[in-house]
């Protein structure tokens, strides 16, 4: 089964960037179709954008829509998030997640997601 491992979370000043990566190992990445979700602190985990298997088609939750992007490069087995404009709400631990699916959309649900990384804190000051 896939391995997924994120980094580049941290302590960032509202209207601050990061970006978030998501290394795999094991099978190929391009055969599962990524997503980033998060948890704010006391709340569920909530979807926040994900793409197809081989990127033709991404899906951003209204929240993050114009602020983020997601990609992919299957070359490398990698997936960034990139997370612009931030705001003290997206405040949360950041989860990667690869999900097994022949279907040709990438799920917005985190139960269809077979495989998640351990996450990474990303904190929000204003």
């Known amino acids: 089964q896939v391995q997924l491992v994120e980094s580049g979370g941290g302590l960032v000043q509202a209207g601050g960037s990061l970006r978030l990566s998501c290394a795999a190992s094991?099978?190929?990445?391009?055969?599962?179709?990524m997503g980033w979700l998060r948890q704010p602190p006391g709340k569920e985990r909530e979807f926040v954008a994900a793409?197809?298997?081989?990127?033709?088609?991404?899906a951003y939750s209204d929240s993050v829509k114009g602020r983020f992007i997601v990609s992919r490069d299957n070359d490398n087995n990698i997936g960034f998030l990139q997370m612009d404009s931030l705001r003290s709400e997206d405040t949360a631990v950041y989860f990667c997640?690869?999900?097994?699916?022949?279907?040709?959309?990438?799920?917005?649900?985190?139960?269809?997601?077979?495989?998640w990384g351990q996450g990474t804190q990303v904190t929000v000051s204003s």
């Open positions: 997640a690869a999900q097994m699916s022949y279907g040709s959309s990438a799920s917005t649900s985190a139960d269809d997601y077979n495989y």
């Open positions: 094991g099978p190929p990445l391009r055969i599962y179709h």
């Open positions: 793409i197809t298997r081989i990127g033709l088609s991404t």
